[in-house]
């Protein structure tokens, strides 16, 4: 029947999210190798792309002389869009190998299920963001100070939590893996299209419309403020609300989807 | 009162009906057989009481509580294990059962004591700490029965419990579960086994393209039927021509293979002299002979037409030997 | 004479496999157009800006710039994918079955990469018809349009040679697809999205001797100015260069592959 010893739910809950984070980080710990592609994809890009475009801040309009600091957040952020898409495949995978029943068929809320998937990419974005902070200092980007830090860090967790919603989302939707690439692709499209390359004035007409309306560059505004400037509440904002909208948007698209598997 | 109730219950897929109106009552510490073939709708059965399916026509209620309406109640009545033992390769099976316990809203410390008297009991402490995908088959399952079993639950849900699995595996799961069943717990189990049915269940339902076509003890099943049958093996190529033979002295019955006639008839043994002289009369050798008595398959055959197993197939079917 | 003819008929219909392979199941095919089509998008929006930087080369646009760039992906991934349908087909056995029949290697290979070629016409295409609706215009017109669709083709098959040569070596497509990030890691330390005088260290010195910039520079030359025969010349070079590292990888492979079984 019930436990003996009745819990209250919220600290069941807890204890139902704890787990399955625990259960999520086996996956880097216990299969060699697996850190290995979300630490790379977004290592590549900053590397890439700082040697290719490095020149752009010469131009008119670029508040650093160092490509570095312009884009680092930009690829930490991009590691987290990567580590949430991650969440994604697995949780479609778990669903196709039948994991997923054996969570349905518990009392656990849907809620906490998806929590704990969402919450466990948070966690381990933070691996790839400091990987190429660090590379980022090595080559010379500027310290962002202990606030910016913090900022970017805020920012690339949440943003690594958008993303596995979206994951989960689509996982839960087609109830295969072969949804990845939309996953990846999807957040790829969504973090580049913004400030990410270059300040919105340089930005060519097209480009500029979307970024302009583009919740994540205020995402990208936001994570790089220490890194080129000072940090400041009114520049912080509208990248917190836009993280919190999108959260929670996606989340509840999530967690419908999760609320009808079965039906 | 009954641990399961199901009026009427349906499940459309798409244009496909899977499980048309059926209707089960099992009492409390019954052991339930669910048979049928592959495809007859029992894992879709059990994904309705089990709440991971919404059905679409009918009701049930589980352990008192309705599967639609008060699905949360049911999930913390019931324990599963599913056809595809739900296992994650890279967990220990420790980690597993503790998880399992956790989910069901135990606390940690009680949990942890739980996990461990469930793995001695399924034998599984020497491999406790190695991880699920080291684990053979017949492992595997017993793992999932052990975590099925973490919150002492009232009812269990048993899907194909032993398909795959070699005799010896299948028979400690059948232990398990009669022992289970002797400490209260209800079980209802899926199985495509005959003999699994014969053996462990108190009462059979017989469930064929989604209807239930039979139910019943075992043995009220098979008397039903009544009368056992000759199986004769034959040379071959004289099976058309001693059907035709034994036509009027019983009742012929759907043959397994080529060479085999069978013929149902209303004496059992002491009709065995009149079909051996009629052969031979007739010049046909007869290379063996079984008085084989009434079983679940004939059963099946008698409400659908065909066999539930190819003869032999239970052998075949044995997955290597495990560890 | 007959031994040629048989040969030429082998590696065509190998060849015609390979192609309908490649262009049956689009969704393999999407990632090697629709991924470097998105970054070309949007680095175009995004460094747009560049071409007011001092030293830029003159061009129409940025987007008459980057087209070779995104070929260059194109091709790069087209010929990954040659080598990930290698080494499926080694996983099936389908090779064993070709190796065993009395048919050189080399037309096995060939027909392969005939496949690859295909990907590789497909993309200069593609771009091409890209350029033409956003308004990039091809400067030395027809022939430059023309040059730039042989060198993405053969260079396609000139990558698609290392790709098979790792197939062989190994026997895995997962192991051919997870060189899949090199292909950008090349592709970043060469001239194919940038002038190599603009880029960083180390990049930029890497760039200079990296055999693909020569071949973007040849696939881009006519876009922006015109047919240069020193360009075109390096750019053929180039490709050589990779077809000849890719037969002799091949050859290796191939030998280990016989003896190893």
């Known amino acids: 029947m019930e436990a003996a010893v009745a819990l209250p739910a919220w600290r069941t809950n807890l204890a139902t999210i704890g787990a399955l984070m625990a259960r999520a980080k086996n996956e880097l710990i216990r299969v060699p190798g697996a850190a290995i592609p979300g630490v790379l994809a977004p290592t590549i890009f900053f590397l890439g792309l700082n040697g290719v475009f490095g020149a752009l801040t010469q131009l008119n309009g670029f508040s650093t002389g160092s490509y570095e600091s312009f884009i680092v957040p930009v690829s930490m952020l991009q590691g987290a869009g990567f580590t949430g898409a991650a969440a994604g495949v697995n949780l479609a995978r778990d669903i196709e190998q039948g994991w997923l029943d054996r969570l349905l068929v518990s009392p656990a809320p849907r809620w906490v299920l998806l929590a704990g998937t969402v919450l466990a990419a948070s966690a381990r974005s933070l691996i790839p963001a400091t990987f190429v902070f660090a590379i980022a200092l090595a080559l010379g980007a500027g310290w962002p100070g202990l606030d910016g830090l913090l900022v970017t860090f805020v920012m690339v967790a949440a943003m690594a939590a958008v993303a596995a919603c979206w994951g989960a989302f689509l996982a839960l939707r087609f109830r295969s893996q072969s949804a990845a690439p939309l996953m990846q692709a999807g957040m790829m499209a969504l973090i580049l299209t913004t400030t990410a390359y270059a300040p919105l004035a340089l930005l060519q007409g097209w480009l500029q419309d979307i970024a302009r309306v583009n919740p994540v560059t205020d995402v990208v505004e936001a994570a790089r403020q220490g890194f080129v400037g000072g940090v400041t509440w009114a520049a912080t904002w509208p990248g917190l609300m836009a993280l919190i909208g999108m959260l929670v948007l996606l989340g509840a698209l999530a967690l419908r989807e999760m609320r009808r598997m079965g039906r | ?323 | 004479m007959s031994a040629l003819a048989t040969n030429v008929r082998v590696v065509r219909a190998l060849g015609m496999r390979s192609i309908r392979q490649t262009f049956r199941r689009p969704q393999l095919i999407a990632p090697i157009i629709v991924f470097p089509t998105l970054l070309l998008a949007i680095q175009t929006g995004g460094a747009g800006g560049a071409v007011e930087l001092p030293g830029f080369p003159p061009v129409q646009s940025f987007l008459q710039f980057m087209l070779a760039g995104a070929m260059m992906q194109s091709l790069m991934l087209a010929g990954n994918s040659g080598g990930i349908a290698l080494a499926v087909d080694i996983e099936m056995g389908f090779t064993d079955r070709l190796f065993s029949a009395p048919i050189p290697r080399f037309a096995i290979v060939l027909g392969r990469l005939a496949g690859t070629a295909a990907l590789g016409l497909f993309s200069a295409l593609w771009f091409l018809a890209i350029g033409l609706v956003f308004g990039a215009e091809i400067e030395s017109g027809v022939p430059g349009a023309l040059l730039a669709i042989v060198l993405v083709t053969a260079a396609a098959m000139a990558v698609g040679g290392i790709g098979a040569a790792i197939a062989l070596r190994t026997g895995s497509a997962s192991v051919v697809q997870g060189l899949f990030p090199l292909v950008l890691v090349v592709l970043f330390i060469s001239s194919a999205f940038f002038p190599q005088e603009l880029m960083i260290e180390p990049a930029k010195t890497i760039a200079e001797y990296n055999p693909l910039s020569f071949i973007a520079e040849g696939v881009r030359e006519p876009m922006i100015s015109g047919i240069d025969a020193a360009d075109t010349l390096y750019a053929v070079l180039a490709i050589l260069g990779i077809v000849v590292f890719g037969l002799v990888l091949s050859a290796f492979a191939l030998r280990h592959r016989l003896r190893v079984g």
């Open chain 2, 1 to 323: 009162m009954p641990a399961i109730v199901v009026e009427g219950l349906e499940r459309a897929f798409d244009e496909v009906l899977a499980v048309q109106g059926i209707e089960i009552a099992v009492e409390e510490g019954e052991i339930y057989g669910f048979l049928g073939p592959n495809g007859a709708g029992k894992t879709t059965t059990v994904r309705m009481l089990t709440t991971l399916l919404l059905p679409t026509g009918g009701r049930a209620t589980v352990a008192g509580h309705d599967v639609v309406k008060e699905a949360r109640a049911v999930r913390s009545s019931i324990g599963v294990a599913l056809q595809e033992a739900a296992l994650d390769p890279l967990m220990t099976g420790r980690e597993l059962i503790r998880l399992q316990a956790t989910l069901q809203g135990i606390p940690t410390a009680e949990g942890r004591q739980r996990a461990d008297d469930l793995l001695e009991r399924v034998d599984l402490v020497a491999a406790a700490d190695r991880r699920v995908g080291t684990y053979s088959g017949g492992m595997q399952r017993r793992l999932d029965l052990a975590a099925a079993l973490v919150h002492e639950p009232r009812v269990l849900f048993l899907d194909e419990p032993t398909t795959g699995l070699d005799p010896v595996s299948r028979k400690t799961i059948w232990e398990e579960v009669r022992a289970l069943n002797d400490d209260g717990t209800t079980v209802f189990l899926t199985t495509q086994y005959l003999e699994e049915a014969d053996q462990l269940a108190d009462n059979v339902g017989i469930i064929d393209s989604g209807r239930i076509v039979a139910e019943g003890t075992p043995e009220s099943l098979k008397a039903e039927i009544g009368n056992p049958h000759i199986q004769l093996q034959l040379a071959a190529g004289s099976v058309t021509e001693a059907e035709s033979i034994l036509a009027p002295i019983g009742k012929l019955l759907p043959p397994k293979d080529g060479r085999k006639v069978l013929v149902e008839v209303e004496n059992g043994a002491a009709d065995i002299p009149r079909v051996v002289r009629a052969l031979d009369e007739a010049g046909i050798a007869v290379e063996a002979l079984e008085l084989v008595k009434p079983t679940l398959d004939d059963v099946f055959v008698e409400k659908t037409g065909y066999h539930l197993e190819e003869e032999g197939e239970e052998s075949a079917e044995g997955a290597p030997v495990e560890a």
